[in-house]
């Protein structure tokens, strides 16, 4: 437990995630389409300290999703993802 | 989902919300916990967190993610923050930050790290320091409905001086049985020596695989890697491991 990975996981990012879609998105579930893995998003790796949101593939790394701000505008990225199956709002 | 006992927000946008400190509680050398009244609190479910966000008069501001520490109790939401020496948020939070101030908090979010009192099956709580705070309220949740479901808490912690919660978690909670692991210096005639969580220490303080337990596991991310990883090599279905990493920059 010597070298700690930089990552959190998906649910460190439900804040800005759940701004955005208007619904939590860490119980989304999605396939890589890197490796063809498929997880909830709250299983995915988060980096938070890259310019924005990062979140990427436990399996194999792909950068599922990348959400970035400025102050008048929001920039998402989800090349990574084949689908993302949200859950409707309650 | 029947028998809800957390009010949803019912299709109400997340928003920030102004949130008064009422209340500081010192918990160890370096952490804190704060209470806060948050009009318009929606209730939560033990294991989710907030967003908090600090904004300086020359508009700069910055946020951090926090899991929540209590239970739903109307308007009010306790977090325990541990300063980083380092950190930008916590040594205001834990230092600055007087009882009367407001802060702006989001939330609560995330509903994968969630205890639900719907759910029957015997609990696994894993926490490495500061990773307790969600757990506990968890704890605290099931106490608040005298809730049986059978608990058990294995809590690493580097010494007793670390350690959080100490006088409630020495009360009787029936039902729970708490195992504590230190990893740098133990109370005097403890019979286990310091050390990192082991499968042995999983094995005797959690349940059998059989038991199908569903096992949160809390702390930073390198303690999350190991006990995870224990606890599927003991048999644990990974299906029924629910982790959440706690970063360095809080």
Not at chain 1, 26 to 47: D, K, N, P
Not at chain 2, 129 to 146: D, E, H, K, Q
Not at chain 2, 202 to 209: A, K, V
């Amino acid at each position: 437990m010597t070298s700690t990975p930089d990552f959190l996981d998906g649910n460190a990012a439900a804040g800005d995630l759940e701004s955005l879609f208007g619904t939590d998105m860490t119980m989304a579930f999605g396939r890589c389409s890197g490796c063809g893995a498929q997880m909830m998003l709250a299983e995915t790796h988060a980096y938070l300290d890259a310019p924005g949101t990062v979140l990427r593939c436990p399996g194999c790394d792909n950068v599922l999703l990348s959400l970035v701000h400025s102050p008048t505008h929001m920039w998402l990225n989800t090349g990574g993802l084949d689908y993302l199956k949200v859950p409707v709002p309650q | 989902m029947a028998g809800a006992t957390v009010p949803r927000r019912l299709g109400e946008r997340l928003r920030w919300r102004a949130a008064r400190l009422t209340e500081r509680v010192t918990e160890t050398g370096t952490a804190r916990t704060l209470v806060f009244d948050v009009p318009g609190w929606p209730g939560h479910l033990a294991g989710q967190h907030v967003d908090v966000r600090l904004t300086a008069e020359d508009g700069y501001s910055t946020q951090r993610s926090y899991s929540l520490a209590s239970a739903p109790d109307g308007e009010s939401v306790a977090l325990t923050v541990q300063r980083l020496e380092d950190g930008e948020v916590s040594p205001y939070l834990t230092d600055e930050l007087a009882v009367g101030d407001l802060v702006e908090l989001r939330g609560p979010v995330g509903g994968w790290f969630v205890w639900r009192t719907e759910q029957k099956e015997p609990i696994l709580l894993v926490g490495g320091g500061s990773g307790l705070v969600p757990l506990m309220a968890m704890i605290r949740t099931r106490r608040a409905v005298s809730d049986r479901t059978p608990f058990r808490l294995l809590y690493s912690v580097r010494s007793p001086d670390d350690q959080l919660y100490t006088a409630e978690l020495r009360r009787d909670d029936p039902g729970l049985d708490k195992t504590y692991l230190y990893t740098r210096s133990t109370p005097e005639h403890w019979p286990r020596p310091p050390g990192h969580v082991t499968a042995s220490d999983l094995s005797t303080g959690g349940w059998p695989p059989d038991f199908e337990p569903t096992c949160y596991v809390c702390g930073s991310t390198g303690f999350v890697e190991t006990a995870a990883g224990l606890l599927v090599a003991l048999g644990h279905h990974p299906g029924r491991i629910r982790t959440e990493r706690f970063g360095p920059s809080a």
